[in-house]
């Protein structure tokens, strides 16, 4: 685990990796309230950081876990999201991701408890209009 004063450090001077995860139920789609920077009060898809040596597809099981406790194996890739932030949950300076985004499907809500990341959830017939996905 990286200390936060050296993360802080790492993501002012280079790109973070990350995987983003769209969650679909009933053709529609699961977003989280974001309650930290970057993208706070944004409704988003559920992402975060891989971890050193961990693959993509891993990432993507453990990022469930940990935001929004639900467990799924199988993720299709679908293509890169990247983005630049004037902040990030370190404060104002610039945040550079490049997110390596999948795809999966649940069948059912109930078991849905969100971490500290997040305010709440909700299924939306679209994904966010800044998410532009490269194929």
Request: glycine share 6%.
């Amino acid at each position: 685990m990286i200390k936060g004063d050296l993360y802080k450090k790492i993501i002012d001077l280079i790109p973070i990796v990350c995987v983003d995860i769209i969650i679909k139920y009933n053709d529609k789609y699961l977003l989280v309230k974001r309650s930290r920077n970057p993208l706070k009060g944004e409704w988003w898809v559920v992402g975060g950081r891989i971890h050193k040596s961990e693959l993509a597809d891993n990432a993507c099981r453990r990022i469930m876990i940990e935001e929004i406790s639900i467990s799924v194996s199988n993720f299709n890739y679908v293509g890169v999201y990247q983005d630049f932030f004037d902040e990030s949950s370190f404060g104002k300076h610039g945040y550079h991701t490049i997110s390596l985004v999948f795809e999966t499907e649940i069948d059912n809500l109930k078991d849905i408890k969100l971490d500290h990341q997040s305010s709440s959830w909700r299924l939306f017939d679209q994904l966010p209009v800044r998410f532009k996905i490269m194929k």
